[in-house]
């Protein structure tokens, strides 16, 4: 509203469609082309920040990589030209971008994503015009959907790039840079060991711990777990593959105990050992910092009716004194429970949850907050006595402070007074003995790489290998893959491509992953006024499919899957492509006792059966009224909560990133069957097992690709990293060699 132009890749006609200057309805698993034909435009027509790439662009590591042939570029004269180069020369790596991207015209992504030329030719204006200010974003879309899906937030990425919108006022942020996370008073040691069932050796680049493949491993005997805790989380209704999921809930030589610590009931809880009742967000203390903008805040939440006990001057020791049911705060929770574990401190637990102003005696909130707010958060302490105020006393009044007001380009920052001289053969060198400047213009301080020179000056940089933005990975390279594929930005064939869906035997393509503009983060069935706004998820289809099948809005359809199928209704629009079909997530929620569980007017009361490795999930009533305290409950007027899709989508773990490709391949959409009732689900565990496997069968592990030994890049972020030595593959890891 404010002058930007917003451009949409999306095939549905969404709220955020509707108001873009440029809808894009691209076929699933085309975007990279679309994307790679607005940076083929950009670099044939020179409009692209030749400088910013230069200085932050590791095209000299590119150009080696083409002259050893690491890298083919599809023309063998210029590739030849480059083996032969003497020194890094970045002309040459301009004509090598605009060979190997020379294919990808605005002809060839309108045909791969059904998309009319002109809107493509258009987008690439707007961001040839951009001015350093693309703003792009990538969420639960096409690089969560598709196989090789991670290659369609690098080749969005690689527009940033090219027109400099790294870190810039209207570009993109690293999310870290807009988060501030402070360090408590005292930290363990890393973890000494690898968790198989965590990280598993055939995926490698996995970032997060894969846990919607959990029961998967158990099934395969990958191991066992004494005690599993969920948090916040309902595994078998949230992940794909739900009956797999029950099948281990309920298997106690697989989980031996489940304790779910939720706010609310859900599914998964019906087959836990414990319930915990966790308190929301209103119930704890929490910090919290977002990625909102260019700078970085903290802020603290704090247990509503615990600070007005205290404040009305009544003394309370744990917050759950407080908290309406005695629900305990999960900090609370933890540090007695850890500190139960070890009442001695003889296992050394102890010694972390132990107060920094009172040695020996067990941390309250206040003190583990206070000490951060005094030591680990730059500016507080000034800013609290500022106001006469202790930084604690400071957090309770106002709930906020800003570290930073913005945080652009923080890659350029100059570091400290770190002298660069240039030596008598021309070589940068630095006087400071414990300094050294490698080949790759890295800046090593003993041993480790803390910044890299960019037009001989030391700059803090980026955290990859290079310091810089990584056209080229040779982590790729060296981790088993080498292909043009996966070392640069390029497009990943996905399992849901045109060529991949038969539409004349009936096959469609099933779209998931979207959420009801009413319904985001409400998947808890509490919020009453957005429930009856959006109670249904009907599956999304267009008129021609509709004809085809000879079905009209409210018809009941069957959609097969490649492990099952569930009944839903349909809703012909033609806000939805032809050939997809789509529909809404988190809905569908469903309870097994009438008076028990989710409560009646957002839940469904099911029937679970089961015939071998054959597996029902069948409604038997409705959304109905109820009586509570809330005359509103008696009110409800409609039937309909959705359909529970996930249990029928088999699991899709992504070769490379270790993420679930959430798209779907519809193996048959047709008209409900005569027995077919509105929220019917049926699975086949055996066929789940058989997809799993499928997909497994496309990575390739650390044991046969890992140039060093170990089971992972040791550079690459991960949450809760452990020592260097837990990396190393054992020497006959999993009886291989």
């Known amino acids: 509203m404010d002058g930007a132009k917003l451009i949409t890749f999306d095939p549905r006609l969404s709220n955020t469609a509707s108001l873009s200057d440029v809808w894009l309805p691209t076929w699933p698993g085309s975007e990279q ?179 919607f493949l959990l029961p998967h491993f158990l099934e395969e005997g990958r191991g066992d777990i004494d005690v599993y805790f969920t948090r916040v989380y309902n595994p078998m209704w949230i992940n794909p593959d739900g009956f797999m999921w029950l099948k281990s809930l309920r298997n106690e030589e697989q989980i031996k105990c489940h304790v779910a610590l939720t706010p609310t009931w859900n599914e998964s809880a019906w087959f836990a050992d414990y319930i915990l009742p966790m308190g929301h967000s209103g119930e704890r203390h929490d910090l919290m910092s977002q990625e909102t903008h260019s700078g970085q805040w903290l802020a603290f939440r704090q247990p509503v009716r615990r600070v007005a006990m205290e404040r009305l001057g009544q003394k309370v020791k744990y917050t759950w004194e ?139 940089g980026l955290g990859t290998p290079s310091r810089k933005l990584e056209f080229f990975s040779p982590t790729m390279h060296e981790w088993g893959w080498p292909e043009k594929d996966y070392t640069i930005p390029w497009p990943l064939k996905s399992h849901v491509h045109p060529d991949n869906i038969d539409r004349s035997k009936g096959e469609m393509l099933l779209l998931p992953n979207f959420r009801l503009p009413t319904l985001i983060h409400t998947r808890s069935a509490n919020a009453k006024w957005l429930y009856e706004i959006s109670h249904k998820n009907p599956v999304w289809m267009h008129p021609s499919d509709a004809q085809r099948l000879g079905v009209a809005t409210g018809d009941l359809i069957r959609v097969e899957t490649e492990i099952g199928y569930f009944v839903d209704k349909v809703w012909v629009t033609e806000g939805i492509k032809p050939g997809v079909v789509a529909m809404s997530h988190h809905l569908g929620r469903w309870r097994l006792q009438e008076d028990m569980g989710v409560n009646p007017g957002m839940s469904a009361l099911a029937r679970l059966e089961e015939n071998g490795t054959e597996h029902k999930l069948n409604i038997l009533k409705g959304g109905s009224a109820w009586s509570t305290f809330d005359p509103d409950t008696e009110r409800i007027w409609w039937k309909d909560v959705g359909v529970h899709q996930n249990l029928t989508h088999a699991v899709h773990p992504d070769p490379l990133s270790g993420a679930h490709c959430w798209l779907q391949k519809a193996v048959n959409v047709t008209k409900a069957k005569p027995h077919d009732k509105h929220g019917d689900v049926w699975v086949d565990t055996t066929r789940s097992m058989q997809v799993y496997e499928e997909w497994k069968g496309l990575t390739r592990s650390a044991i046969d690709t890992s140039p060093d030994g170990t089971r992972r890049p040791f550079w690459l972020k991960r949450p809760l990293k452990p020592i260097k030595e837990a990396y190393k593959l054992p020497e006959k890891p999993f009886g291989r060699e």
């Not at 961001?127 to 969560?144: K, M, P, Q």
């Open 33 to 211: 082309t679309v994307l790679l034909a607005i940076a083929n435009h950009l670099l044939q027509t020179g409009q692209y920040n030749k400088d910013f790439v230069r200085r932050w662009v590791n095209w000299e590591e590119t150009l080696e990589a083409i002259g050893d042939g690491r890298l083919e570029i599809g023309d063998s004269a210029l590739q030849s030209q480059i083996s032969n180069l003497q020194s890094p020369d970045f002309e040459y790596f301009d004509k090598a971008l605009k060979s190997l991207y020379a294919e990808f015209t605005f002809e060839r992504a309108a045909e791969e994503s059904q998309v009319p030329v002109e809107r493509i030719a258009e987008t690439a204006r707007l961001v040839a015009n951009c001015d350093g200010r693309l703003a792009t974003h990538t969420w639960r879309s096409a690089s969560i959907g598709n196989l090789g899906g991670w290659q369609v937030a690098r080749c969005l990425f690689f527009l940033n790039v090219l027109t400099g919108s790294v870190g810039t006022p209207g570009g993109v942020n690293a999310n870290s840079w807009s988060k501030f996370v402070p360090k408590p008073f005292k930290s363990p040691p890393a973890g000494d060991t690898w968790n198989e069932l965590h990280l598993p050796h055939e995926w490698t680049f996995a970032h997060y711990e894969m846990s």
């Open 322 to 460: 407080a908290n309406p049911g005695e629900v305990w705060e999960e900090n609370e929770l933890w540090v007695e429970l850890s500190v139960n574990m070890d009442p001695d401190g003889s296992l050394g637990i102890r010694q972390y949850f132990e107060s920094p102003y009172r040695p020996g005696e067990v941390i309250t909130q206040d003190e583990y907050h206070q000490w951060i707010f005094e030591n680990s958060v730059p500016g507080l302490p000034e800013a609290a006595a500022a106001e006469g105020l202790t930084p604690l006393a400071y957090m309770r009044k106002y709930g906020v402070f800003e570290v930073k007001s913005h945080n652009y380009v923080p890659y350029e920052k100059e570091i400290g007074d770190w002298r660069l001289e240039m030596d008598t053969a021309g070589n940068l060198q630095s006087p400071i003995p414990n300094l050294q400047i490698d080949e790759k213009k890295r800046i090593q301080q003993d041993g480790k790489v803390v910044g890299v020179v960019v037009d001989g000056k030391a700059k803090t």
